[in-house]
């Protein structure tokens, strides 16, 4: 095994130089400074101390930035990731108090073993069978769920923690009279400023200049009410040292909420990771990069950090920045470090009706209008995962609406496979064809032996497709009376032993017939599989051909001359 396997950083170690040094220290300063507002925001949204939301982003992205595969992806707390571990935790513990915080700790720890064991087990393949839609529906709803969590500190309505969705609009509805205006005054202006900010002057960090408008507005108003709450004062140190609990009775109530967190984390990280490195033109690990993000939440559980993932806003960042080498995520971290070491104690000037604003502009950002208009435009199967995972999210538990989405795509990545397409193909004989060449018939309407079917088959046999194979197969036989059917298979990447017995079966039946199944283009690892599994054999040798002209050529002498004699079609040279 090569060190490089087991320390991914050595290969990038290799690519640091005076130029990418510099690129990255630039591209981590932008980091840090973007990531102050947006870890206190994130870790409010959790549950957490303000705090918290900082030391994750201080020690994960360290951790990933190590054993990951990505030169630009940068982790830390997000989200969807922190609004889950609110969901969770709240059910247990008083959110914000030590028995949360103990218990979130213990979830990152799980959630970790669960990512560093899927990416030991090599199974970074599944994440391909994640549709992408099911994420865009659930960070849809989360968003949705964070918006509606932060409009009680917008308007200053009081509303009970963990009220579901519904009622938590109902009491707002209820109480609209009572809203306190101070609050909303402080809130809008945060937004608005952070928009505007955003909109013509892009490279300045809008969260920070909307925070500190909101700040400014809170001490003026601060004259006029008592009622505007500030968040609690970050204290000026680094991570300090914590212990999840281990206990067998707090693992098995939490172990299956964390297997849903690290699933979410890595589709979070690996997407994110893929869609920058189809800009960057770097080819990403998927199995390392679910073992960097394993160690990294494993990591930060003893370092006071909560369940982390890959940051679509900090990544992409940190790309256009013009990060070479994922040292710019270790400087962002440490950056970070020192920044709170000199202006931790002003965090307490901060309002929550402020960090509110923020959040709602953070939640509006997370709704991918573009793909969900998309979606919803021009695909029924798709808009309907869409919308089923986003109703989930809004109604149901969330880890629950997790598992409903990853099931729904696996629903329909078997509802593709299973039905295959089957084009009948026929030899082209126009004027212009100068060789003998199969062509689709539905796009080139064209004569037909009345003997021979020739089929396509274009996805893998296996069990799940068999019966959609087995019924087209049927209905040449039973509805057009053809005995002889050949397929071109160099469309088929797989053959199972079940699809291999129903296609032994076929053949069978039409041998009773007078007929046969017969194969031409294998692809050389099918053929392979097809001779040790003793399919081969089982069919006859004599049906598999390397190339079209001698499929046809061989099976010609079995149709029945009678027939051929008074055909009017004659589409095969040998019928001249």
Known sequence: MRLESIFPFLIWFKLINKESLKADLMAGITGAVIV??????????????????????????IIAALFGSSFHLVSGPTTAISIVVFS??????????????????????????YQLAFGIARLGVLVNFVSHTVVIGFTAGAAILIATSQIKHLMGIEIAKGESFLHIWMKIFENIGSTNFYLLAIGLSTLIVSILVKKFLPKIPNLLIGLIV??????????????????KEIPAQLPPLSMPTFSLETIKMLAPEAFAVALLGLIEAVSIGRSIATRSNQRIDANQEFIGQGISNMTGSFFSSYAGSGSFTRSGVNYEAGAKTPLSAIFSA???????LLIAPLTGYLPIAAMAGVILLVAYNLVDFHHIKQTLSFSKSESAVLLTTFFATLFL???????????????LFLAKTSTPNIPVLSVDNSPRSTHRKFIDVSEKPTLQCPQLKI???DMSIYFGSINHIQKKLSKIVDDEKIHHVLIEASGINFIDLAGADALISENNRLKGLGGGLYFTGLKPIVYE??????????IGNDHFFDTKQN?????????????CSQCQVKIFEECK
């Open 397 to 411: 538990e969330l880890e629950f609406a997790i598992y409903f989405g990853v099931l729904l795509s696996l629903i």
């Open 214 to 231: 909101g700040s400014l507005l809170a001490m003026a108003f601060k004259e006029h009410t008592d009622t505007i709450a500030f968040v």
């Open 334 to 340: 440490v950056i970070l470090a020192i920044i709170v």
């Open 455 to 457: 089929i396509r088959i």
């Open 529 to 538: 599989f097809a001779a040790q599994s003793g399919f081969i054999k089982s």
């Open 551 to 563: 499929a046809i050529r061989k099976i010609y002498k079995h149709l029945d001359k009678n027939i």
């Open 88 to 113: 969770t935790i709240s059910n247990y513990a008083t959110p914000g108090s030590p028995e949360f915080v103990s218990l979130a700790l213990t979830l990152t720890f799980l959630a970790g073993v």
């Open 36 to 61: 102050v507002p947006q870890g206190v925001a994130f870790a409010t949204i959790a549950g957490m101390p303000p705090e918290y939301g900082l030391y994750t982003a201080m020690i994960t992205p």
